[in-house]
T-cell receptor
Framework: DAGVTQSPTHLIKTRGQQVTLRCSPI?????VSWYQQVLGQGPQFIFQ???????GRGNFPDRFSARQFPNYSSELNVNALLLGDSALYLC??????????????FGNGTRLTVT | KNEVEQSPQNLTAQEGEFITINCSYS?????LHWLQQHPGGGIVSLFM???GKKKHGRLIATINIQEKHSSLHITASHPRDSAVYIC???????????FGTGTRLTIIP
């Protein structure tokens, strides 16, 4: 079975632009979560979606938004990009809503560079 | 002060050495994850534990809920174990993951 796939793998954008990142979960997984990892730091939670509804949100500004589609794939959108948005964006999927009983499966991430 | 702290930040050891990476957390948790991140970014889940001890091959993870502390041990370390190891606490109640900043492990042949 294919793992979690993210696209694109790398992206360069200019300040003020908008970006859309995509994530396809493992087949059968209904929960997708997004994380931002700035160089040299641990990941930070952005969003969790389960059954197409937002189930959790981290401390990120409204410029960050996401959605989950009927096939459980997900998009993360970031508007009005800032230099500080440069990071590795990770997507993880799990079969259940709760993370207590199911391990996380991560994609390889999208590396976003804002110039 | 971060809610999840790891030590050491960097660790270099010779092949074959016994490795210990520590994780302390200040929040109430439901479970704790240990993750491995290789250069390029991909993350692999190693363990999820809420009590006691788990073992998989040369890797052992322990957690002490009362002391809010977890350790990851690697026996007979090998250069292929070189990676960043991250602990992540699953917050009790809201089930949000809070990550440590990671420990960069380098095993020298």
């Amino acid at each position: 079975d294919a793992g979690v796939t993210q696209s694109p793998t790398h992206l360069i954008k200019t300040r003020g632009q908008q970006v859309t990142l995509r994530c396809s979960p493992i087949s059968g997984h209904k929960s997708v979560s997004w994380y931002q990892q700035v160089l040299g730091q641990g990941p930070q939670f952005i969003f969790q979606y389960y059954e197409k509804e937002e189930r959790g949100r981290g401390n990120f500004p409204d410029r960050f938004s996401a959605r989950q589609f009927p096939n459980y794939s997900s998009e993360l959108n970031v508007n009005a990009l800032l230099l500080g948005d440069s990071a590795l964006y990770l997507c993880a999927s799990s079969p259940l809503r709760g993370l207590l009983d199911s391990p996380l499966h991560f994609g390889n991430g999208t590396r976003l560079t804002v110039t | 002060k971060n809610e999840v702290e790891q030590s050491p930040q960097n660790l270099t050891a010779q092949e074959g050495e016994f490795i210990t990476i520590n994780c302390s957390y200040s929040v109430g948790i439901s479970a704790l994850h240990w993750l491995q991140q290789h250069p390029g970014g991909g993350i692999v889940s190693l363990f999820m534990l809420s009590s006691g001890k788990k073992k998989h091959g040369r890797l052992i993870a322990t957690i002490n809920i009362q002391e809010k502390h977890s350790s990851l041990h690697i026996t007979a370390s090998h250069p292929r174990d070189s990676a960043v190891y991250i602990c992540a606490a699953l917050n009790f109640g809201n089930e949000k993951l809070t990550f440590g900043t990671g420990t960069r492990l380098t095993i020298i042949p």
